[in-house]
């Protein structure tokens, strides 16, 4: 299995900051098939990321993923406030299609 | 417009047995592989079982093996949970997540999610 692990695991910043978030993974993950995720209280996850690094529809620009191998990261270039909340990598490349345990971004 | 519409989740003691469906609409339901997901109160997101388009595969994780079996009616575009032997730590609100494309795929869809309760 797979564990991911991201940090940190609470990023404070204001809007307009810049966000990077790192997604680590114990084994090399496979094609690149890594993803992020969205999350609000009481909402379901929202796709931003997939293939590490390809906008999911109606993903804006300021959102961008990089990284390969075991090393990824999720960039939000400029913070709007709707943008805080909870953020989840995950690897598909191998079962079990496992999640970090996430970093939440909140407002300083 | 993709939606999917989990249904029969509650509270269920120790030992019991819920069964959970997800309705699908807004694409081809038989040509995409789905997956449970589950995420227990204040906790992270936890991948719990999958099956591919046709059924002919699934998949689970090793919390669930041997307790959970997950089914799929293409005619009915429907997508199934049947958990049995029930924990208190299966207690979580279960999604249901269309892939993108095949197995190794992300997930481009989600439901809004089903409370499980497991409590004496």
């Known amino acids: 299995e797979i564990v991911l692990t991201q940090s940190p695991g609470t990023l404070s910043l204001s809007p307009g900051e810049r966000a990077t978030l790192s997604c680590r993974a114990s084994q090399s993950v496979s094609t690149s098939y890594l993803a992020w995720y969205q999350q609000k209280p009481g909402q379901a996850p929202r796709p931003l990321i997939y293939?590490?690094?390809s906008r999911a529809t109606g993903i804006p620009d300021r959102f961008s993923g990089s990284g390969s191998g075991t090393d990824f990261s999720l960039t939000i270039s400029r913070l709007e406030p709707e943008d805080f909340a909870v953020y989840y990598c995950q690897q598909y490349g191998s079962s079990p299609k496992t999640f970090g345990q996430g970093t939440k971004v909140e407002i300083k | 417009e993709v939606q999917l519409l989990e249904s029969g989740g509650g509270l269920v003691q120790p030992g019991g047995s819920l069964r959970l469906s997800c309705s699908a609409s807004?694409?081809?339901?038989?040509?995409?592989?789905m997956s449970w997901v589950r995420q227990a109160p204040g906790e992270g997101l936890e991948w719990v079982s999958g099956i591919s388009g046709a059924g002919a595969g699934t998949y689970y994780a090793d919390s669930v093996k041997g307790r959970f079996t997950i089914s799929r009616d293409n005619s009915k575009n429907t997508l199934y949970l049947q958990m049995n032997s029930l924990r208190a730590e299966d207690t979580a609100v279960y999604y249901c997540?269309?892939?993108?494309?095949?197995?190794?795929?992300?997930?481009?869809?989600w439901g809004q999610g089903t409370l499980v309760t497991v409590s004496s």
């Open positions: 293939g590490a690094s």
């Open positions: 807004g694409f081809t339901f038989s040509n995409y592989a």
């Open positions: 997540a269309k892939s993108r494309s095949g197995w190794y795929a992300d997930y481009d869809y």
